[in-house]
């Protein structure tokens, strides 16, 4: 079965970063899109960040572009969001997802992970 463990979340200042991951299992890490998503209380879930294998495309919300960074592991089976400058606004649930699309910019990815939550302070 595949499965993804998404942790790193916590409560931080505005300011302050991040790091999430998202441990992949039962899934090889070649020919991939691996994306990650948020959704805060009462909002639709919206994409981030996505990285795909196959190009080498990189994708971001406007919203964190130059704050968020998508980087890749594959020794370690592990996908990384560094989010630096938060803001109160980054305040959600961050989801990871992965599979074999060649175009990573959707939301319609066959394996997602269980969460993590953020918690932006003011």
């Known amino acids: 079965d595949v499965q993804l463990q998404a942790s790193g979340g916590g409560l931080v200042q505005t300011g302050g970063s991040l790091k999430l991951s998202c441990v992949v299992s039962?899934?090889?890490?070649?020919?991939?899109?691996v994306g990650w998503f948020r959704q805060a209380p009462g909002k639709e879930r919206e994409g981030v960040s996505c990285f795909s294998s196959h190009d080498g495309s990189r994708y971001s919300a406007e919203s964190v572009k130059g704050r968020f960074t998508i980087t890749t592991d594959n020794a370690k089976s592990t996908v990384y969001l560094q989010m630096n400058s938060l803001k109160p606004e980054d305040t959600a649930i961050y989801y990871c997802?992965?599979?074999?699309?060649?175009?990573?910019?959707?939301?319609?990815?066959?394996?997602w992970g269980q969460g993590t939550q953020v918690t932006v302070s003011s």
């Open positions: 039962g899934f090889t890490l070649d020919d991939y899109s």
């Open positions: 997802a992965i599979d074999r699309r060649l175009y990573c910019w959707t939301q319609h990815y066959d394996y």
